[in-house]
C-alpha cells in the first residue's frame, strides 16, 4: 500500500475545498434558473463517472476490476455517501443562505471522530479535537448563526441530513480507498449514484432551456448562459474536487480530512461575495482564520502521529 503524507493529504483537501466553495455559489445559480436539485445531483455524477472511466481506460485499466465482495460496500457508498448527500446538500443550498448550509452539513466533523471511535477502534489525538472545536466556533462566526436571522426550517433539515451522509462518506469513503485505487472508487461510485437517480421518476420533467442565460449578482452583474454553468460544474465543480476530495481520504485519517473540508465554508463565503454580491464582515473574517486555523492544529497533530486510517503506525502496513 502506498505511503500516507499527510501534509499532501490537507493538500488536496483544501484545494478540493476552494473549488467546492466556487461551485456552491454556481449550483445556487443553476437551482435559480429552474434546474431541480435531483437534475444537479444526476449532471454531477453522471459527468464524474465519464471523465474518470475515461482516465482509467487512459491510465489503469485495471482499475475496471472489480470483486462480488465489494459490490454491497460499493453500492451503499454510491447511493448514501455520493447520490444523498450532493442531493440534501443542494436541497439545503436553495433553501437556506450557503454559508448557513455548509455549517450545519460540517457538524459533520463532530461525528466523524466519534463514529470512529466507536465503529473502527481509532482513538483521535487531543490536538484533533483543539483543531475541531476551533473549527465550530470558527464556522458559527463565519455564518453568522446567531445574528437573528429567520432560518428555513425545511433547509435546516435538508442541512442536517447532509450531515449525517457526509459523516458516512469520509468514513467508508476512507476505508474503501484501503483496498481500492482513488480513480476507479470515484468512478464506481459515481456511476452508481447515476443509477440511482436515473431510476427516480420525474427527474426530466421541467428541463430548463440550456441557451438561457443566467445573470451573476457581484458587483459586474455580468451573464453566463445556463450551459457554460453546467459545464464548470462538471468539470471544475463536481470530477475535480471530487478526485482531489478522494485522494485527501488516501492520506488523511476521515477525522482529519473532514476538519479541513470544511475550509470550503470559507471559500464559499469568499465567493459569494465575488459571485453573488453577498457581503462578508471583519467578523466573520475573523471566523475564517479560526476555521483555518483549526485546520492547521488538526494536520499538525495528523502530522506528528502520522496515523494510517486505522490509527495504526505507517510502518505497520
Request: aromatic share 10%.
Amino acid at each position: 500500500m502506498n505511503r500516507r503524507h499527510p501534509a499532501l493529504g490537507a493538500t488536496y483537501a483544501i484545494t478540493g475545498a476552494v473549488l467546492f466553495g466556487i461551485n456552491a455559489s454556481v449550483s445556487k445559480i443553476i437551482i435559480e434558473a429552474g434546474v431541480s436539485p435531483a437534475q444537479i445531483v444526476l449532471f454531477r455524477s453522471v459527468i464524474t463517472a465519464l471523465l474518470a472511466a475515461l482516465a482509467l481506460l487512459l491510465t489503469y485499466r485495471k482499475g475496471f476490476a472489480i470483486t462480488l465482495r465489494e459490490w454491497p460496500k460499493l453500492i451503499a457508498f454510491g447511493v448514501f455517501g455520493v447520490a444523498l448527500m450532493q442531493w440534501s446538500y443542494s436541497q439545503a443550498v436553495s433553501n437556506l443562505p450557503v454559508g448557513i448550509a455548509l455549517l450545519i452539513e460540517y457538524t459533520a466533523i463532530i461525528w466523524v471522530p466519534l463514529v470512529s471511535m466507536v465503529w473502527l477502534k481509532n482513538r483521535p489525538p487531543v490536538q484533533v479535537w483543539v483543531g475541531v472545536g476551533l473549527v465550530v466556533v470558527g464556522l458559527t462566526v463565519v455564518s453568522n448563526l446567531f445574528g437573528g436571522s429567520l432560518l428555513s426550517p425545511t433547509g435546516v433539515i435538508f442541512a442536517f441530513m447532509a450531515a449525517i451522509f457526509l459523516t458516512y462518506y469520509f468514513i467508508v469513503g476512507k476505508e474503501l480507498q484501503n483496498t481500492r485505487d482513488t480513480m476507479s472508487t470515484l468512478m464506481y461510485s459515481m456511476a452508481i449514484s447515476s443509477l440511482f437517480w436515473a431510476c427516480i421518476p420525474g427527474w426530466t420533467e421541467k428541463l430548463p432551456n440550456l441557451d438561457a442565460s443566467v445573470a451573476l449578482l457581484g458587483p459586474e452583474n455580468q451573464p453566463i448562459e445556463l450551459w457554460l454553468a453546467l459545464v464548470w460544474l462538471g468539470l471544475m465543480g463536481s470530477f475535480v474536487p471530487m478526485w482531489l476530495s478522494y485522494r485527501a481520504m488516501h492520506h488523511l485519517s476521515s477525522t482529519a480530512a473532514g476538519v479541513a473540508s470544511t475550509s470550503e465554508t470559507v471559500f464559499a463565503f469568499l465567493f459569494g461575495m465575488l459571485l453573488l454580491g453577498e457581503n462578508f464582515t471583519g467578523t466573520q473574517l475573523l471566523g475564517g482564520v479560526l476555521v483555518l486555523s483549526g485546520i492547521v492544529v488538526a494536520q499538525l497533530a495528523e502530522q506528528s502521529k502520522n496515523v494510517n486510517p486505522m490509527g495504526k503506525p505507517e510502518g505497520n502496513q
